[in-house]
């Protein structure tokens, strides 16, 4: 049970992480977005997601320490959903840093980083195959949300996938 939920973290996190590719263009072509954004503007909401994601985990996991698991990881998911969710409303690329890039990326560090640790305090037989296991939801996740990603942005835009996915990240990690 525990290497499940962290495949499924692992798949969630990494997997939207590694997908924005798919909305990048999406943001691109956007004319209701008030700052004609650059292709690095744009690109680096993604970036700086991600390396929030990696730099915080350094105080993650004192926080799992102190609090434990799934007290981190309910705050990490409250926190992605929310960015998420509150970046489909952006209008310029200004507001995707704050929500997307800084709120959902903080978040993101505390679904991810409690993942790794769990599992690999939790195994002391075979720890090795149950933390390979787990992070094995960070290639399925990509594999997987970034054909979910486009189908989401092709049907409902790029605000309407952003929501859809704010809701299954809560759901999924609570």
């Keep these: 049970v525990v290497c499940l939920g962290s495949f499924v973290i692992h798949m969630d996190v990494l997997g939207l992480q590694y997908s ?9 072509d956007d ?3 008030s ?3 650059s292709h690095a503007g744009s690109a680096s909401v993604g970036v700086i997601s991600t390396a929030l994601m990696l730099g915080f985990s350094v ?3 004192p926080l799992v320490t102190r ?4 007290t981190v990881s309910a705050c990490g ?3 992605v959903a929310a960015g998420l969710y509150l970046a489909s409303f952006a209008q310029s690329v200004t507001m995707l840093y704050m929500t997307y890039s800084l709120i959902a990326g903080l978040g993101f560090s505390l679904l991810w980083a409690p993942c790794v640790m769990v599992v690999s305090l939790w195994f002391e037989r075979r720890r090795t195959l149950a933390v390979g296991l787990a992070v094995a939801g ?3 996740g990509t594999l ?3 054909q979910v990603c486009e189908s989401l942005v092709a049907s409902y835009g790029w605000r309407g996938a952003l929501q859809v996915l704010s809701v299954a990240t809560g759901v999924l990690n609570m």
């Design 59 to 61: 105080f993650t996991g």
């Design 31 to 33: 004319p209701s977005m």
């Design 144 to 146: 997987v949300l970034a």
């Design 20 to 28: 924005f590719g798919v909305l990048f263009k999406a943001l691109l």
């Design 77 to 79: 998911a409250v926190m």
């Design 67 to 70: 609090h434990g698991g799934r």
């Design 35 to 37: 700052e004609r954004s």
């Design 138 to 140: 960070s290639g399925i």
